[in-house]
């Protein structure tokens, strides 16, 4: 069936530097995706959006991009700090009713000081 | 603000043994509420979703079944416990025709 995929399950990088965590994604009809951030023991946090019709959409220190010709997704972290440790999921809704999503199966991302 | 309760944060039971788990949200009318199950070092599987009072949606044929009692309440049953039902349970919710969900604190349920 449908699904999406994360294609590292862990990324470490040093603080300051930049992250990219890579998303795949097999439902062409899928119209939004979500990137959630997950810390230990806790549930996911809502990071950020971006809909089918967009290429790129920034945020606080995070920028999502979107290439819908290979279905791919990457969540990028500019200055990674040792507080974005955690794994990060992508997400998509598939249409239809309760706006349910879908999650991919996670990346860890660990930030070496 | 809203706010999404859970409990109990963590629960060790029996295999054989009854569940319910609770949540409830706060600050919001008609939500729609998921209940979602986290293996270990896994991704987020939904389990059942809800749009309305009475309404539940099974996403996996298993041994749970999910109540909505209230509007803002969504409850988490089951009769008799499997050890493959240990996990991380996540109740979510989101605005009526709303994408983003918002996620509760979860429950650490171990069966033993």
């Known amino acids: 069936g449908e699904s999406v995929g994360l294609h590292l399950p862990t990324l470490s990088v040093q603080e300051g530097d930049n992250s990219i965590i890579n998303c795949a994604y097999s439902?062409?009809?899928?119209?939004?995706f979500i990137w959630y951030k997950q810390e230990s023991g806790k549930g996911p946090q809502f990071i950020i959006d971006?809909?089918?019709?967009?290429d790129k959409r920034q945020g606080q220190r995070v920028t999502v991009l979107l290439n819908k010709t290979v279905k791919h997704l990457s969540l990028q972290i500019a200055a990674t700090q040792p507080g974005d440790s955690a794994v990060y999921f992508c997400?998509?809704?598939?249409?239809?009713?309760?706006?349910?999503?879908?999650f991919g199966t996670g990346t860890q991302l660990k930030v070496e000081l | 603000s809203q706010t999404i309760h859970q409990w109990p944060a963590t629960l060790v039971q029996p295999v054989g043994s009854p569940l319910s788990l609770e949540c409830t949200v706060e600050?919001?009318?008609?939500?729609?509420l998921y209940w979602y199950r986290q293996a270990a070092g896994r991704g987020l599987q939904l389990l059942f979703y809800?749009?309305?009072?009475?309404?539940i949606s099974s996403e996996v044929p298993q041994n749970l079944s999910a109540s909505r009692p209230q509007d803002r309440q969504f409850i988490l049953s089951s009769k008799k416990l499997l050890l493959s039902d240990s996990g991380f349970y996540l109740c979510?919710?989101?605005?009526?025709?709303?994408?983003?969900?918002?996620f509760g604190p979860g429950t650490r349920l171990t069966v033993t």
């Open positions: 979510a919710w989101s605005f009526n025709r709303d994408r983003e969900q918002y």
């Open positions: 439902n062409s009809a899928s119209d939004y």
């Open positions: 971006i809909r089918s019709n967009m």
């Open positions: 997400a998509e809704i598939l249409t239809g009713g309760g706006n349910k999503l879908t």
């Open positions: 600050g919001t009318s008609n939500p729609n």
């Open positions: 809800s749009v309305g009072i009475g309404q």
